[in-house]
């Protein structure tokens, strides 16, 4: 009889041990000194990073829904879909589901394998994911099960990552802060509802600069306490990853998801998107909602699609469209049609550009400007006037001063110990070193600011003026666009209320990705998605990081 018990628990363990191994133990905290030591000569003082990996969150957790699926899903079979899935946008992605080589919980499925792949990989995690939806694959099934016919240009059943500052039920809505790590929500913000409508799949909460990187000074961009440091998939620890929006951009980047949404306050979208080689749309305040949104400046504030492509960009801001009765700025936009928009008979010969003199010596901005020259567009090169950007800090000061508490006591958990700036302050300085490795001295500065709102009225004035200045020649010109690199001119854009575009237009010696940026007037976002779709069909500049293929 013990012969019998011994042998039927060796068989047992010996069969334990080739199973797939449990989701706990693929995450696994190691030791990064060196690598954190190595990183102190590096030349970009934002980049020499204090700490890599998130201290609070532990990514086994938010895998354990998967781990029977995932058991069942082989290198072999996440092999054979990347040719359908990786680098593909929306309509190619919505043909092979129509042509049944593959389903919605497969491209799901595809898309968890990846994120715990990589992210599981001490030389490769990008600390891109802060949380996953732990319904996501049942809710896949659910689309696969569904009998209607899906257009390509639907988000039916296509998997969506949205930065960890918005709202969406089931899930915690940290902005990449300790104190708000049990800020779990039972409702979706409006575009959240938004996007579910259209049959989009929330796949997840990504990682962004804590506070939508309105909180430390000279801190490293992508940095959360929540979820470590965001790592740029062109150049890991080289190339800065962009902010705020740092996950959303590395993550499609990665091919993590087939799209995600950013906010941007001053340059959230547009910063991360062209430093991680996306399409990312900053609309004109208003047409997008802001509501369940964590936010920084009801003045400036608003989300937008990053995606892989022009298509996918028009595709995610569709789906989000609608007027908010809950948000004071939104707008109801009529007839937008992301299909009927790139099938338009688009004549570029009618369009006057505005090419500014001062970055012509930027090689790869020339050399843009120089291809749409020959495809006909008119390029004026103009010298803006110089202008006044002070105040801007002092607007930001206020703004989050007064809706911070509005956002948490109207859509934060009852159970938050903080309820305005001050108590987030005092919730860090037990444990700063933990809480706010880099400090916490922009939220100190609001602490501080006396700025009256009568005062901040006539900052905003100035500033909404010397924006527009520094732009005056979509006017003065009749100009369709200015063009201009990354973020360098987000800020005024922003404060001009002037929407934004970027589109990736190619890489620098070193690597690094640049992107060209379209600035338009106020609710002209379909005619810069469809000035971005020819530029990008004259280039097709994007190229998959290399060491994520």
Not at 134 to 155: H, I, M, Q, T, W
């Amino acid at each position: 009889m013990r012969k019998i018990i011994l042998v039927f628990v060796t068989t047992l363990f010996i069969f334990s041990c080739k199973q797939t191994p449990s989701a706990k133990n693929y995450f696994k905290k190691y030791d990064e000194t060196a690598e954190i030591e190595q990183q102190q000569t590096h030349e970009n003082k934002r980049m020499q990073f204090k700490l890599l990996q998130s201290k609070y969150s532990d990514l086994n957790e938010q895998f354990q829904p998967f781990e029977e699926e995932l058991s069942k899903f082989s290198e072999k079979e996440y092999n054979q879909l990347k040719p359908l899935i990786l680098e593909k946008n929306i309509p190619a992605i919505q043909q092979s589901i129509s042509t049944k080589k593959l389903t919605y919980e497969k491209l799901t499925l595809f898309y968890l394998y990846r994120i715990r792949k990589f992210e599981s990989d001490s030389t490769h995690y990008l600390n891109a994911i802060i949380a996953l939806n732990p319904n996501v694959l049942k809710e896949a099934r659910a689309k696969d099960k569904e009998v209607k016919e899906v257009g390509a240009f639907s988000l039916n059943g296509i998997p969506i990552l949205i930065k960890d500052n918005i709202d969406a039920a089931g899930m915690v809505t940290t902005a990449g802060a300790v104190a708000l790590q049990n800020n779990s929500t039972d409702k979706d913000t409006f575009i959240v509802t938004k996007l579910k409508d259209a049959g989009a799949l929330i796949l997840g909460k990504v990682n962004l600069s804590e506070w939508a990187y309105f909180f430390c000074e000279g801190c490293p961009l992508g940095y959360s306490a929540i979820g470590g440091q965001t790592l740029n998939p062109y150049g890991r620890k080289v190339f800065e990853t962009g902010g705020s929006s740092s996950g959303s951009g590395v993550s499609i980047a990665a091919n993590y998801a087939a799209a995600a949404v950013g906010t941007e306050t001053a340059g959230s979208i547009t910063s991360p998107s062209s430093q991680n080689s996306l399409v990312g749309l900053k609309p004109t305040i208003g047409v997008l909602s802001r509501s369940g949104i964590v936010p920084i400046s009801s003045t400036l504030d608003t989300p937008g699609p990053m995606t892989k492509s022009i298509v996918d960009t028009a595709i995610l801001y569709e789906a989000m469209l609608g007027k908010d009765e809950k948000d004071a700025a939104s707008l109801k936009i009529e007839g937008f049609n992301p299909k009927a928009l790139l099938e338009e008979n688009y004549n570029i010969k009618e369009k006057r550009i505005g090419a500014l003199k001062p970055l012509l010596k930027d090689t790869i901005y020339r050399a843009s400007i120089e291809k749409l020259r020959e495809a006909g567009a008119e390029i004026i090169e103009i010298t803006p006037p110089e202008i006044s950007f002070d105040g801007f800090i002092t607007l930001l000061n206020i703004d989050m001063k007064y809706d911070l508490p509005k956002y948490l006591s109207t859509y934060g958990n009852k159970n938050l110990t903080v309820k305005k700036v001050e108590d987030v302050v005092s919730f860090n300085e037990k444990d700063s070193i933990k809480r706010a490795p880099y400090g916490q001295q922009l939220f100190e500065g609001i602490v501080k600011d006396t700025t009256s709102l009568a005062q901040l009225e006539i900052v905003k004035d100035s500033l909404a003026f010397n924006g527009k200045k520094f732009l005056q020649d979509l006017e003065a010109q009749n100009l369709d666009v200015i063009l201009s690199i990354n973020n360098y001119h987000s800020g005024i854009a922003a404060v001009a209320k002037y929407p934004t575009l970027t589109v990736p237009m190619g890489y620098k010696k070193s690597g690094e990705p640049v992107s060209l940026t379209f600035i338009g007037k106020p609710f002209t976002e379909k005619e810069l998605l469809q000035l971005g779709y020819v530029f990008e069909q004259l280039t097709k500049a994007r190229k998959l990081p290399a060491d994520y293929q």
